[in-house]
């Protein structure tokens, strides 16, 4: 069985970065294509990034592309999500989730498994 387990969120300042991890245990990434989705009270969870099993197609949301940036890194089986130039728009629950597809998909149903998320927080 698929477990991923999210690190990295926390309290960070208006323009300041944070790098989210997930870690899978149970599958190899490589195997996966990845996803981090976000999610605040009362709306639905939106893709924020996606990269297919072989790390070479990412995709991006429109909200934060030139900000975020998604990589996987097959050694340490993980994946993660650098963001930089963080705004207050950006502070949410942030949750890793993962599906063998031959695509990048974009919608939370299409993904199997998830993990328990990391909270964001932007704020001066």
């Known amino acids: 069985q698929v477990q991923l387990v999210e690190s990295g969120g926390g309290l960070v300042q208006p323009g300041g970065s944070l790098r989210l991890s997930c870690t899978i245990s149970g599958g190899t990434v490589s195997s996966y294509v990845m996803g981090w989705f976000r999610q605040t009270p009362g709306k639905k969870r939106e893709i924020v990034a996606g990269i297919n099993a072989s790390g070479r197609v990412t995709y991006t949301a429109d909200a934060v592309k030139g900000r975020f940036g998604i990589s996987k890194d097959n050694a340490r089986n993980t994946v993660s999500l650098q963001m930089n130039s963080l705004k207050p728009e950006d502070t949410a629950v942030y949750y890793c989730?993962?599906?063998?597809?031959?695509?990048?998909?974009?919608?939370?149903?299409?993904?199997?498994?998830w993990g328990q998320g990391t909270q964001v927080t932007v704020s001066s």
């Open positions: 989730a993962g599906v063998r597809s031959q695509i990048v998909p974009r919608l939370q149903d299409e993904y199997d498994f």
